[in-house]
């Protein structure tokens, strides 16, 4: 069923819901969201999983329960019907939306196949943008791990999740505001 057809407010300003899938339904989420022809993102790595006789690839979640759509009020109430989809995340009893650049700033560093984690712990920090290389203009907080490392974590607020991403501290430039 493609809402495009059927909706009757199509004017409607659209805005990214991040919604709960049933455990390991992320995949079967996106294939209904494509079916009812809504812009939608699953960000997924690659990761090389080991098990005793060989060693693979797998496509997986960055978030795992988790799927977003760019949606207006009649297609939020559309999608969320679907069979692999629990519920919108809420805030205080309404659905809550994800800034444009969040989505956006996502999407840049998984396109560039960066090594990437997600960890649930986000550290407060300076922020920060990146001043160069394939994330020039991403925004994120840094903070610095065990190693002393320079990271930049860019954080997904609405999740409570961060993607981490390794960076010489001269790749970046403290924001003020």
């Known amino acids: 069923m493609n809402l495009s057809s059927h909706n009757p407010r199509l004017s409607e300003k659209r805005y990214w819901f991040a919604f709960y ?72 009893g309404k659905p809550a939306h994800v800034h444009d650049f969040e989505i956006e700033n996502l999407k840049k560093i998984l396109s560039k ?13 300076t922020k920060v943008t990146i001043k160069q290389g394939p994330f020039e203009g991403v925004e994120g907080i840094v903070y ?15 999740l409570q999740r961060s993607v981490v991403v390794h960076l010489p501290s001269y790749d970046v430039k403290i924001l003020t505001y």
């Open 113 to 125: 196949n960066p090594d990437v984690f997600v960890t649930d712990k986000i550290e407060i920090g």
């Open 144 to 158: 610095t791990n065990e190693n002393d490392e320079s990271m930049l974590a860019i954080t997904c607020e609405l």
């Open 21 to 92: 899938t049933k455990s390991r339904h992320e995949f079967k989420a996106d294939i209904d969201f494509t079916s009812f022809g809504v812009e939608h993102y699953l960000p997924t790595i690659t990761r090389l999983k080991q098990w005793s006789d060989r060693k693979k690839k797998v496509v997986e979640p960055l978030f795992k329960g988790y799927i977003f759509a760019k949606v207006n009020e009649y297609e939020r109430g559309i999608v969320i019907k679907s069979d692999a989809v629990v519920n919108a995340v809420a805030f205080r």
